[in-house]
């Protein structure tokens, strides 16, 4: 019975893959899709696009989606596509995961002859409680889910309930995605390597855009990261910043391993791809992503010495990273406005002035921060309230800012304020637990991605937005993943 209503479900889907292949046949677009179409007519419009709509469905982890592993794939391609670019595809891919997996359950259970028969609804109800005895029976997954319990709970002492439920709501995938990858189908290495291979290029594909719009229009650029604009990117420009740092790492990475998808050539691609994106990342000039990447390439550097003992090797490559930023700085327009402005947001900030700055206000959300937690250590003011708190604050330590106050940019401080040291103490459970446990910090896509957030974490609320939380729940199951795929493919070829 399930299995025929997901089958149903990817029947839209399937109909939009016959059209694109009626493509070669020279049918007009309005033909193959008419009205209500899923496709925009300008996809259609040269025989470059159609042909690229036709090729991508034929990637071999992409056409196989009759499969509950297929789909799964499929989905979490679309996540790490559409986490940049449309909160709407961002949800459809995340319950598209929560399908494929109930999809796989049901047909475990008919393979095992544990599938109910009956009414539909007794056959939902078999699967859904053996996917949920399997989520229970994985300490890694339900801790996670704390960071959706503390928000939660703190309803209790939050006089904002409006604001409470808005929070509450974006955490909401602390329970979805453990639950999904407590269940998620086996995949193979290739798959777990592919799905990385599409945010590498989705990633480079809008760097281009970005790129062509800042020449565009760069002295209008330039001169507005004077004034503490960043430069135009899709959503985001911090989360952003910090997918493009996971990219340039996931693309050497990718590298390192040979890894291709179907001609020997795409190795050089990929490595001219990861230069120009590096090069990239420091015309953006967003400081978070800038620090991320390099602290995680010191890192990388440290974690080669200890492997190879090559200990000449990774001094000289340790110069390079210290004197590249400086070359940067030198040499690329935007990047100096970005530090000019900084040093001068900090003046502002010194003379109490700088109310409508960013970092100013940065600070004055740190500040903020600190003082309701010492206010309320405990269970902080509740996140219903912090807004209300944060307003409060300021209006009496600094009454010369008169724009609204921003929330603490810091996830420590954030949680501190909202939730007190209670909060803070079962957050950080939630947060070191896949780390010590299981092995996977040894994963080196899996360490570097701590570093990246540990970072992010120090100057964003990076879990508080809906982009934030998917980037961090995706990539920490989809290393963690595999990192236990790998090892075992190395295990048995040692062995």
């Known amino acids: 019975m399930l299995c025929q209503i997901c089958q149903t479900c990817l029947n839209a889907f399937f109909q939009v893959h016959r059209n694109l292949k009626n493509v070669k046949t020279g049918r007009n677009a309005a033909d193959i899709a008419p009205t209500g179409r899923l496709y925009p007519r300008i996809y259609f419009q040269t025989r470059f696009s159609n042909l690229f709509c036709i090729k991508l469905l034929k990637i071999n982890f ?79 997954c339900v801790i996670l889910s704390l960071l959706l319990l503390i928000p939660a709970v703190s309803y209790f002492w939050s006089a904002n309930h409006e604001f409470w439920l808005e929070r509450t709501r974006v955490r909401i995938p602390f329970f979805v995605l453990p639950w999904v990858f407590a269940n998620l189908p086996t995949l193979t290495k290739y798959q777990y390597r592919s799905v990385l291979y599409v945010l590498f290029w989705a990633v480079f594909l809008i760097c281009i855009g970005v790129g062509v719009n800042f020449i565009l229009h760069a002295e209008e650029i330039v001169a507005k990261l004077g004034q503490g604009q960043p430069v135009p990117v899709p959503r985001n420009h911090i989360r952003f910043n910090l997918i493009l740092a996971t990219a340039i790492l996931v693309g050497g990475w990718l590298w390192e391993q040979r890894y291709v998808w179907r001609f020997a ?45 090559r200990w000449k090797a990774g001094l000289v490559t340790l110069l390079i990273i210290v004197i590249t930023p400086v070359i940067a700085v030198l040499s690329i327009p935007s990047l100096q406005q970005r530090l000019t402005y900084m040093a001068w947001d900090w003046q502002q900030y010194q003379r109490n002035e700088g109310d409508d700055y960013s970092d100013s206000e940065r600070w004055v959300s740190f500040a903020a921060g600190i003082q309701m937690w010492e206010e309320n250590p405990w269970l902080g003011v509740g996140t219903g309230d912090l807004p209300m708190e944060v307003q409060r604050v300021v209006n009496q330590r600094f009454p010369k800012y008169t724009i609204e106050p921003k929330l603490p940019h810091n996830q420590f401080i954030y949680i ?56 961090y729940l995706f990539y920490l199951f989809w290393f963690g993943k595999m990192a236990e795929v790998e090892r075992k493919t190395t295990f048995q070829t040692s062995y």
């Open 62 to 140: 992409l056409s196989d989606i009759k499969t509950p592993e297929g789909l799964t794939v499929f989905f979490a391609a679309l996540l790490v596509v559409s986490m940049m670019l449309s909160p709407f595809l961002l949800s459809i891919s995340m319950w598209g995961m929560v399908g494929a997996v109930l999809w796989n359950t049901a047909e475990k259970q008919q393979a095992t002859g544990a599938f109910r028969r009956g009414s539909g609804l007794r056959a939902v109800w078999g699967v859904l409680e053996h996917t949920f005895r399997t989520f229970f029976r994985q300490p890694d």
């Open 265 to 309: 050539w795409e190795r050089k691609l990929l490595m001219a791809a990861v230069v120009l994106m590096f090069i990239f990342i420091h015309v953006l000039s967003v400081r978070s992503g800038i620090v991320t990447l390099y602290a995680a390439l010191i890192f990388s550097v440290i974690r080669f010495v200890i492997r190879t003992r």
């Open 416 to 471: 501190l304020a909202g939730t007190g040291m209670v909060g803070l103490l079962l957050s950080m459970l939630a947060f070191l637990w896949p780390i010590v446990t299981g092995g996977r910090r040894h994963f080196y896509l899996f360490a570097t991605f701590q570093i990246i957030i540990l970072i992010s974490f120090l100057v964003e609320y990076t879990i508080e937005t809906s982009i934030g939380v998917a980037y």
